[in-house]
Nanobody, 119 residues
């Protein structure tokens, strides 16, 4: 059974930094694309950053230059380094693991970790 466990969320002041971690178990981590999504109150869940199994990355425009996604296949872990945080980054952040075969996507989700940016 696949399990994704996020950690590293919390309360931080504007301009501060946090690093989120997502530890995966129950799957062959290296074959999956990994991503971080977030959902703010009253808003839809959105993709923040993703990294392919080959290490290619993409980011939503609002976090480019501030956030960095990385993965350590030896530790079955994906990270999201968040710098220069803004109040609008406040949301629950979810780890996603995806395997796509043809047009079929197989998704697993973590339970989410709260990030609050406030003074």
């Amino acid at each position: 059974q696949v399990q994704l466990v996020e950690s590293g969320g919390g309360l931080v002041q504007p301009g501060g930094s946090l690093r989120l971690s997502c530890a995966a178990s129950g799957s062959i981590f290296s074959i999956y694309a990994m991503g971080w999504y977030r959902q703010a109150p009253g808003k839809q869940r959105e993709l923040v950053a993703a990294i392919t199994r080959g290490g290619s990355t993409n980011y939503t425009d609002s976090v480019k230059g501030r956030f960095t996604i990385s993965r350590d296949n030896a530790k079955n872990t994906v990270y999201l380094q968040m710098n220069s945080l803004k109040p609008e980054d406040t949301a629950v952040y979810y780890c996603n693991q995806r395997l796509q075969i043809g047009v079929t996507k197989y998704d697993h989700w973590g339970q989410g970790t709260q990030v609050t940016v406030s003074s």
